[in-house]
């Protein structure tokens, strides 16, 4: 077993591929000052509309609001370490329930606001607002779990008060959903704040404008000052303007970057080997990093009668799965294959890999065990009854037919039911299936407890039927270990138990890395990923 401890992370980069740099072109001679950057996203259809880092958890939208509102930390990509940004420094209490951050002075909001203690402080209260007002659906409300209020303890100093410990606190302090915005925007409701109304953040660029559908434009904000270490040029930006507009068909968004249309494609997923060959041809580049947090995972209904309710017929399930091949045929020979529930780049991460390997005899030495013998169409029958796993969802499964393939081999049924609209929203309340998939972005391996944990998941009825109850207790101890403490090595230990836990006991069926890529135009310089592999732009130039 290969334990990734969070100041040790270097590895990531060989895994996840380049994790930012120059990008574009060569990057010969000094940057230079001016232009506009345009940048393709996917489509921010009804689910994404939103532009407010508190509730946005579109990861485009996270990448627009890192670049207009800054954070009162910064995460280090390469590292996991956590560094000062609006806060200088920071103390936290013996027993984990207080956070006290010391401000950088002479801060502002991009409208000339100070932004002090107070300001922090009315976040605070805005955030914990904003969780009620929307009935815990702001994404934001993962990140301050525990989070009770802030107290001002002089112009410069704020203290942030929780109601039990939380070690993934100061990593959220880091994030972009707890950016520090001009706090008048809670005046305004959670739906006016997500169409930009009132969102005015310290970053070095100002939100102009934002039209769903249609565009999103940043604008040169004169004077910044406050970067973070992390960035080689802490000052104003060195672009006047950026415009991402949103492209359905990943084609078109391909043929603008090769054509100099726009410069920077970001798709929802990978390139396909195609595209990729015709973005490099072009002279373009393609940057990579692994997203952190949950990889694009499976999980059962381990419900009683349901076929996945048998740890071994789970754990054949997965031998079954060579998710080597997988990588290598659906998203090209280079991927990275998939070695944990958490992606590489996740602090804390461990490999797994001996324990996912593909193993098709064990598969099936398990399925024999289980008294599921072969019948005359190749699949397993049990007491009259086909070994059949139905897996729905509303959007084309990648790479089905693979799956559904491999699976056969070791004699199981995989059926892929497409769900309507109407279906989507109920099958995980009706418990109609037996597995579905998901993952969750986030540089903290915490982020899992939203999918897995009963008590704060965001699907509890996806929670409650992932493992038993005796095994749902197991891992929210763990999760508890992890959590509440301030002793980082019991953190690192739990974080290590965890990932063995669930991979022993077949509760978490990992599938694929969760890979984000770019083509970046030869004129632009400076591309650079953050920890949550979003785009940064304080060091981003064009020729």
Request: net charge neutral; glycine share 8%; proline share 6%.
């Amino acid at each position: 077993m290969k334990l990734l401890r969070p100041l040790a992370v270097g590895l990531i980069l060989a895994l996840a591929a380049c994790g930012g740099g120059n990008g574009g072109g060569s990057g010969s001679g000094a940057p230079k000052a001016g232009g506009t950057l345009k940048v393709s996203f996917w489509p921010d259809n009804a689910n994404f509309s939103c532009v407010d880092p508190f509730q946005v958890y579109w990861i485009e939208h996270r990448t627009i609001a890192r670049n207009f509102a800054d954070s009162l930390t910064d995460q280090d990509p390469e590292t996991g370490k956590i560094v000062p940004w609006l806060a200088e420094k920071w103390e936290i209490s013996p027993d984990g329930l207080a956070y006290t951050f010391h401000l950088r002075d002479g801060v502002t909001f991009s409208n000339g606001k100070k932004l002090d203690a107070q300001a922090v402080a009315d976040n605070a209260a805005g955030w914990i607002a904003t969780v009620k007002a929307t009935n815990g659906a702001a994404y934001g409300a993962s990140y301050i779990q525990g989070l009770s209020g802030a107290t001002v303890v002089d112009p410069l100093t704020v203290t942030f008060q929780l109601s039990k410990p939380n070690s993934s606190f100061l990593q959220a302090t880091s994030t972009t959903n707890l950016a520090i915005t001009d706090p008048a925007e809670f005046q305004l409701t959670p739906p006016e704040r997500c169409t930009g109304k009132g969102v005015v953040g310290s970053g070095l660029f100002l939100l102009d404008h934002y039209t769903p559908k249609v565009e999103t434009v940043l604008t040169k904000r004169a004077g910044y000052r406050w970067g973070s270490e992390l960035s080689q040029n802490r000052a104003e930006a060195r672009l006047d303007k950026v415009v991402f507009n949103y492209v359905a068909e990943d084609s078109v968004r391909t043929g603008n970057l090769v054509s100099g249309a726009i410069d920077i494609a970001w798709p929802r997923n990978p390139f396909t080997p195609q595209d990729q060959k015709l973005i490099e041809k072009s002279g373009d580049t393609i940057e990579k990093r692994a997203l952190p947090g949950v990889a694009y995972t499976l999980f059962a209904n381990t419900t009683a009668g349901r076929p996945l309710s048998d740890p071994q017929v789970r754990k054949a399930f997965y031998k079954a799965i060579d998710v080597k091949t997988y990588a290598s045929t659906i998203f090209g020979a280079d991927y990275p294959v998939v070695q944990s529930v958490f992606n590489s780049t996740t602090p804390f991460f461990t490999s797994e890999s001996a324990k996912i390997a593909f193993d098709p005899a064990a598969a099936k030495q398990l399925l024999d065990a289980a008294g599921w013998t072969v019948g005359p169409d190749g699949y397993r029958v049990k007491d009259g009854k086909v070994l059949a796993i139905d897996y729905p969802s509303a959007l084309p499964i990648p790479g089905g037919e693979l799956l559904q393939s491999q699976a056969k081999d070791a004699g199981i049924k995989l059926d892929l039911r497409p769900l309507t609209t109407a279906q989507s929203a109920t099958y995980l309340t009706e418990g109609a299936y037996d597995l579905t998939s998901t993952y969750f972005t986030r540089a903290d391996p915490g982020a899992l407890q939203f999918i897995i944990n009963p008590d704060v998941a965001n699907s509890k009825a996806l929670a409650q039927r992932v493992a038993s109850p005796a095994e749902t207790t197991a891992i929210q101890a763990l999760f508890a270990k992890a959590i509440q403490t301030t002793d980082g090595k019991q953190t690192t230990q739990a974080y290590a138990d965890l990932q063995d836990y669930l991979i022993d006991n077949a509760i978490t069926f990992p599938l694929f890395e969760r890979l984000q890529t770019a083509g970046v135009s030869d004129k632009v310089h400076g591309f650079a990923f953050t920890s949550e592999s979003f785009l940064k732009l304080n060091d981003t130039w064009k020729e």
